[in-house]
């Protein structure tokens, strides 16, 4: 596997999980970069569970704005395992920057992955439309790029309860 | 093609740019039958997105509440984008109207498609429940109604990312 | 069927009904346990029409708390439906029960089904992230039963406008 995979889920379906596991299965070492920003101790706690439950032979790399530059540096042919898009798009709505300039970036960078990319991504689109209108556009957000980054992915997957199901 | 495909997807999956492209895949002319109502700048902007998307060759019917006339009133075998069914429940449900007289009159002029007839529909169901009554009686009013028309169709598809996965 | 068949869906999505209908194909008697409890009158109306729907060749049992003791009191070799475990968790949260003891003992019990045993529980992890914290928990309390349970499953049916995905 030399291409991007795109893992997209709903809260809790293991995204992260399965991902690390298709990581684990390709020869070490793996960089993990994480876009996680600890704004509270109910993320604080999040992170720290993500964290202790990677072993050794990860090597973790914090991007919670500048994913792109983060992943130009990786080295050629090593597995990375990025988590998770919705983060980094959240940082960067709060420190209102240009998302289209962003993710038009990001988006370039994942066009031509270096090894085997791994990206988490969540679905956030399949509830009730939200009352207000910041959630409203996040999740507009969040649509358009999880479509760009599928579009240009090799293989997508959708977690179901822990399981993967293949969607292209 | 000759029946019905139903396209369910969340919010920002690609359905109404997949059904488009289903649809220009086939002769034209094309019939898109909107059931948007332009409330407020939010909805006139999307409007107007997905309006300057498609291109010459479409035919718009506006239909925010008689889409069983509309889809009624359609010549034989022309190709036809109904987009998008929870909009056309959302108009009624804010008329006070019977939804399920309604719902069982637009499910019968879907039985009997006189072409090949694309329907859009959300998914909003896997989401938390909602806090207000009224986003719990939509909820589940969609639902059913999506069920429904899903039984019907010959085709369903699921949208994922901007990815069709097919259900039926 | 001899084993675990688990049906994940949003709400209204035609879980139970299908969960029913894979019951009843099987030879009566066929056992439904309940865990749903009628805290206010749209809970007694669902009730009261899920309980209408199925016919003669249905025995209830009500576990809104002790599913597992109702699970292991099971004939051997018979049909039983639990609908649904997402409110079998509700209602263990609002009794603040220790939730990982539960989950513990719950999928002991189910990972030696008895007979065909079909789980119903819902898909609440894709929408926009709730904004008050209860919500958050039980939508993280969810997932991770669900993962759990899916992972012991001979089956699992993702349910999407009343048709099932096979999963696993």
Same mark, same amino acid.
């Given at each position: 596997?030399?291409?991007?995979?795109?893992?997209?889920?709903?809260?809790?379906?293991?995204?992260? %999980? /399965?991902? $690390? *596991?298709?990581?684990?299965?390709? #020869?070490? #070492?793996?960089?993990?970069?994480?876009? =996680?920003?600890? /704004?509270?101790?109910?993320?604080? =706690? %999040?992170?720290? $569970?993500?964290?202790?439950?990677? +072993?050794?032979?990860?090597?973790?790399?914090?991007? @919670?704005?500048?994913?792109?530059?983060?992943?130009?540096?990786? @080295?050629?042919?090593? #597995?990375?395992?990025?988590?998770?898009?919705?983060?980094?798009?959240?940082?960067?709505?709060?420190? *209102?920057?240009?998302?289209? =300039?962003?993710?038009?970036?990001?988006? *370039?960078?994942?066009?031509?992955?270096? +090894? #085997?990319?791994?990206?988490?991504?969540?679905?956030? +689109?399949?509830?009730?439309? @939200?009352?207000?209108?910041?959630?409203?556009?996040?999740?507009? *957000?969040?649509?358009?790029?999880?479509?760009?980054?599928?579009?240009?992915?090799?293989? !997508?997957?959708?977690?179901?309860? +822990?399981? @993967?199901?293949? !969607?292209?």
């Amino acid at each position: 596997m030399n291409g991007l995979t795109f893992i997209i889920g709903g809260a809790r379906s293991g995204k992260s %999980r /399965y991902a $690390e *596991e298709l990581v684990a299965a390709l #020869p070490a #070492p793996w960089t993990y970069i994480a876009t =996680a920003q600890a /704004y509270d101790d109910e993320m604080r =706690a %999040r992170i720290g $569970e993500h964290r202790s439950r990677r +072993g050794a032979g990860w090597h973790t790399v914090d991007a @919670p704005l500048d994913l792109t530059g983060a992943l130009a540096a990786q @080295p050629q042919g090593q #597995p990375v395992l990025v988590d998770c898009l919705t983060l980094w798009l959240t940082n960067h709505m709060l420190a *209102e920057h240009d998302l289209d =300039a962003e993710c038009r970036r990001l988006a *370039e960078v994942f066009a031509s992955p270096r +090894g #085997p990319w791994f990206v988490v991504s969540n679905e956030v +689109g399949q509830g009730i439309v @939200p009352d207000n209108a910041l959630a409203r556009r996040f999740r507009d *957000e969040a649509g358009r790029l999880n479509q760009k980054i599928a579009a240009i992915a090799d293989t !997508v997957l959708m977690m179901v309860a +822990g399981l @993967p199901l293949k !969607v292209k």
